[in-house]
């Protein structure tokens, strides 16, 4: 990953964000985020001393916190987006975000064959445990959930059984935004329409009856 305590980075960053911006006047939200599949922070001194005895989400957030405050005299109305991914998923333990800035957090070992709040899976438990401590941090929590297993592309994943108590879990815990990461529609991916189609009506009403749901799913499900 890039090293979040060199100044010459911070520059850079800014520069471009408010290129970007500059160019999108509607924008009210950026991501300043961590590249994927990259699993550890940068291991200077600087980036250890910022981070100290606490976890590696300490110093994205001190970085995203500066970044969100160069932005607000230009940008009052735009917030920063930043993930809380892989190993920065677990909340800081001495910088909160601030209040301008969104986190975005990828629970990607969480399970979506059991609720989101099913005490019988680990996974889960552990996830509860992380939604709990950004909710401590911050009020501006969006999640980015995965509905197909990237390691076996083709193979079908069925989730609509517990999405409606996931999706409950999710609003009474915070939840501000969702973004859901599936398959692209075609001959290899099962009942994406089905899946797109009920997510999107949990999206907007998370607290919907079971009654509702069902019907949500049997609707879609007679015409595919």
Same mark, same amino acid.
């Given at each position: 990953?890039?090293?979040?305590?060199?100044?010459?980075?911070?520059?850079?960053?800014?520069?471009?964000?408010?290129?970007l911006l500059k160019d999108n006047p509607l924008a009210t939200i950026i991501s300043i985020s961590q590249n994927d599949l990259v699993f550890t922070e940068c291991q200077c001194d600087n980036c250890k001393k910022? =981070?100290?005895?606490?976890?590696? $989400? %300490?110093?994205?957030?001190?970085?995203? @916190?500066?970044?969100?405050?160069?932005?607000?005299? /230009?940008?009052?109305?735009?917030?920063?987006?930043?993930?809380?991914?892989?190993?920065?998923?677990?909340?800081?333990?001495?910088?909160?975000?601030?209040?301008?800035?969104?986190?975005?957090?990828?629970?990607?070992?969480?399970?979506?064959?059991?609720?989101?709040?099913?005490?019988?899976?680990?996974?889960?438990? =552990?996830?509860?445990?992380?939604? $709990? %401590?950004?909710?401590?941090?911050?009020? @501006?929590?969006?999640?980015?959930?995965?509905?197909? /297993?990237?390691?076996?592309?083709?193979?079908?994943?069925?989730?609509?059984?517990?999405?409606?108590?996931?999706?409950?879990?999710?609003?009474?815990?915070?939840?501000?935004?969702?973004?859901?990461?599936?398959s692209h529609c075609g001959k290899t991916t099962d009942f994406c329409e089905l899946k797109a189609f009920v997510l999107a009506k949990l999206i907007f009403n998370p607290h919907m009856s079971e009654i509702e749901?069902?019907?949500?799913?049997?609707?879609?499900?007679?015409?595919?």
């Open positions: 990953q890039l090293c979040l305590s060199n100044e010459m980075l911070f520059d850079e960053i800014i520069k471009k964000a408010k290129h910022i =981070k100290g005895d606490g976890n590696a $989400s %300490d110093v994205m957030i001190w970085f995203v @916190n500066r970044v969100a405050e160069e932005l607000k005299e /230009d940008y009052p109305n735009v917030k920063v987006q930043t993930l809380a991914y892989n190993y920065t998923v677990d909340a800081p333990k001495y910088y909160k975000p601030s209040d301008n800035v969104i986190i975005e957090l990828c629970p990607i070992e969480s399970c979506e064959n059991h609720g989101a709040n099913d005490a019988t899976c680990w996974r889960n438990k =552990k996830f509860v445990r992380q939604i $709990s %401590d950004w909710n401590k941090a911050t009020n @501006n929590i969006y999640l980015w959930k995965y509905y197909k /297993d990237f390691n076996y592309y083709l193979t079908p994943f069925q989730f609509l059984d517990n999405q409606r108590e996931s999706f409950n879990f999710y609003a009474k815990n915070g939840v501000k935004g969702f973004f859901a990461e599936g749901y069902r019907k949500h799913i049997k609707t879609i499900g007679n015409n595919i």
